[in-house]
């Protein structure tokens, strides 16, 4: 069964460890912020939700990297996350992980799956 295709953004909205793209996908019958960053030219998503405490990662809209664009910051607490995985790299995540969402990149555009 083919899953069902949204359009997050055009594939030119997200540059390689620059601003992510905000979106909202519903869960439980209920928004929930997400987002899209590129990273080593390959692009990946997730909810907007720090692992140690649940609240948005971005104190500035769209601004998830580190100062050294290699990490996912919690612009709150400062947990750090690999781009690629979600998963926590330092700070109070502790072992937690960013929830990724599917999506693909066709005919110049980001998609999530559903």
Do not use: K
């Not at 928004?31 to 990662?57: D, K, S, T």
């Not at 995985?85 to 109070?92: F, Q, T, Y």
Request: overall charge negative; proline content about 5%.
């Amino acid at each position: 069964m083919a899953r069902r295709r949204r359009l997050i953004c055009a594939s030119a909205a997200l540059l390689d460890g620059a601003d992510g793209v905000r979106f909202e996908v519903e869960r439980n019958g209920a928004p929930e912020a997400a987002f899209a960053i590129r990273f080593e030219g390959q692009v990946h998503a997730y909810l907007n939700r720090c692992a140690h405490v649940p609240v948005e990662l971005d104190w500035l809209s769209g601004q998830f990297f580190d100062l050294d664009r290699r990490l996912l910051l919690c612009a709150t607490h400062g947990a750090v996350y690999d781009p690629r995985s979600g998963a926590c790299r330092g700070g109070p995540c502790r072992g937690g992980g960013l929830e990724p969402l599917p999506v693909c990149e066709t005919e110049d555009a980001v998609w999530l799956l559903e």
